[in-house]
């Protein structure tokens, strides 16, 4: 999926030097800017270049890590504390100084429940974009599934669509169907810890002994922490005590759960293939997810090269962190001039 039928882009900005390099090598056209927004001098060379392209349209997707459940922040006051949740802000600088007739703002969902100081009050984001551009932008704010827009992964997020006189925005229709990881990746070849396959990207990463056979023993859609016998243990036997999210197959007949920067452990949340019954209370494919199978399951192209100097580890964090292509698709298409 490639957003330039709809898009092309001119510049993007990176902090990483890996994704930077990451980004290059899968978008050579367009010219990567590595650095870190909140430097002025990183700020005001973005815009520079913006106004040299005649850019008309921003994307903006500030870290969602300081928002994220997953993350350290639970409360509001933690939230206000992290300066990534700020990055906001140095977008909208950019937005000012440009002036596009299109900005695109994504997040996690949780994103609209952070309170920021404005105006002497604190207000979330959508009342602040409102206030602030009221007579300049109209300002659409929502929540998608990508699994409604034929990503079969369940993954929320919320996108901010501002558009200028001229320039209009339709909600897109959520599809009929979803679409399961079954027939999303059910077609390939099974695969043990540490074997691999002659189809491209479909390689499964070598596990320790124990979280293998721990696995082995979890039927699709469990954890291993139901397990009976089989089950997560300190060195000494003793049960682990875990979430039940983690050490867990996901469903063949549901879509995805959400793909995050982790899909490399078995431990951690939702990574494990669904397996298929080999009877005997034995199940096949105990590992996590390979890169084929997450780049599927993300809407992305399955075939894409992996740049020579960048970890699997590392595509993977990425791939967490993505935006569906196919949930991106369905908004900008439905952002027209009138």
């Known amino acids: 999926m490639n957003l330039s039928k709809y898009i092309d882009f001119k ?30 001098s990183i700020k005001e060379s973005i815009i520079a270049t913006a106004l040299d392209n005649d850019v008309d349209f921003v994307l903006a997707t500030p870290p969602c890590q300081g928002v994220s459940l997953i993350g350290k922040n639970k409360r509001n006051d933690q939230f206000l504390k992290d300066e990534r949740n700020y990055l906001i802000f140095h977008a909208l600088d950019i937005v000012d100084r440009v002036s596009p007739s299109v900005v695109v703002i994504e997040n ?25 551009y009221r007579g300049i932008y109209s300002v659409d704010v929502n929540v998608y ?25 339709t909600r897109p229709e959520a599809l009929s169907k979803q ?9 390939l070849p099974s695969l043990e810890s540490g074997e691999t396959s002659a189809i491209k990207n479909h ?13 082995r023993h979890t039927p699709t859609g469990k954890s291993a922490f139901q397990n009976d016998i089989y089950y997560p243990k300190h060195k000494d036997g003793r049960r682990i005590t875990g979430y039940p999210y ?21 431990s951690t949340t939702h990574t494990v293939h669904p397996g298929r019954n080999l009877g005997n209370g034995i199940f096949s494919d105990a590992r996590v997810l390979t890169m084929r199978e997450l780049f599927i399951l993300s809407s992305m192209n399955p075939d894409l090269d992996i740049p020579t100097g960048i970890s699997e580890s590392q595509v993977r964090y990425m791939i967490g962190e993505a935006v569906p292509p196919l949930l991106l698709e369905a908004i900008c298409k439905n952002i027209k001039r009138d």
């Open 179 to 187: 679409i399961t990881v079954r027939e999303a990746i059910g077609d």
């Open 203 to 215: 390689n499964a990463r070598k596990h320790i002994p124990e979280h293998v056979d721990i696995m």
């Open 108 to 132: 996690v969902d949780r994103f609209l429940k952070l309170f920021f100081p404005y105006k002497g009050e604190m207000k979330n984001i959508d009342s602040i974009l409102k206030d602030r």
């Open 145 to 169: 599934n990508a699994a409604d827009y034929g990503v079969p992964q369940s993954r929320r997020r919320v996108i901010i669509v501002m558009c200028k006189p001229g320039v209009t925005f």
């Open 246 to 266: 983690t050490y867990k197959r996901i469903d063949w007949d549901k879509p995805s759960p959400t793909i995050t920067m982790r899909s490399d452990a078995i």
């Open 11 to 40: 510049l993007a900005n990176e902090l990483l030097p890996v994704r930077a390099k990451a980004h290059k090598f899968w978008h050579p056209n367009t010219e990567m800017l590595c650095g870190d927004i909140t430097n002025d």
